[in-house]
């Protein structure tokens, strides 16, 4: 979906046509979060892995974050984020399995294990 040009959208269709999917998507790819309980369960049913590709602009820079997830074995997401600045170099990107730190932070580390807590979001 290109949304350029466009000030107001809205996503509108019947119950059950996606809207909802679309949303998550987009806030999944972004942080790693969706309104699932876990990231599993928002792979389609009867397959094993996911992917979202979503770019937007901020400012003069574009953006391209791409998510997966595969749920064989233990499950394992990945995260990579490119950016292009506004004469159209990419900056090579960052690669990890974390939701994007705030936008103050600079840093990306891996995924806290487990029994570990995420300063970055919270109890």
Do not use: C
Request: glycine share 12%.
């Amino acid at each position: 979906m290109d949304f350029s040009g466009i000030d107001l959208a809205r996503v509108a269709g019947d119950n059950g046509h996606g809207k909802s999917a679309l949303l998550d998507a987009i806030i999944w790819a972004l942080w790693g979060k969706a309104r699932a309980k876990r990231d599993d369960e928002l792979i389609h049913l009867g397959q094993t892995e996911m992917e979202v590709e979503f770019e937007f602009a901020l400012g003069e820079n574009h953006y391209r974050v791409i998510r997966k997830r595969d749920s064989r074995g233990r499950g394992q997401s990945s995260l990579e984020l490119q950016v292009r600045d506004p004469k159209g170099i990419p900056s090579g990107g960052l690669r990890g399995r974390r939701p994007l730190p705030p936008p103050h932070r600079a840093h990306h580390t891996q995924d806290p294990g487990p029994h570990q807590q995420d300063p970055a979001h919270g109890p």
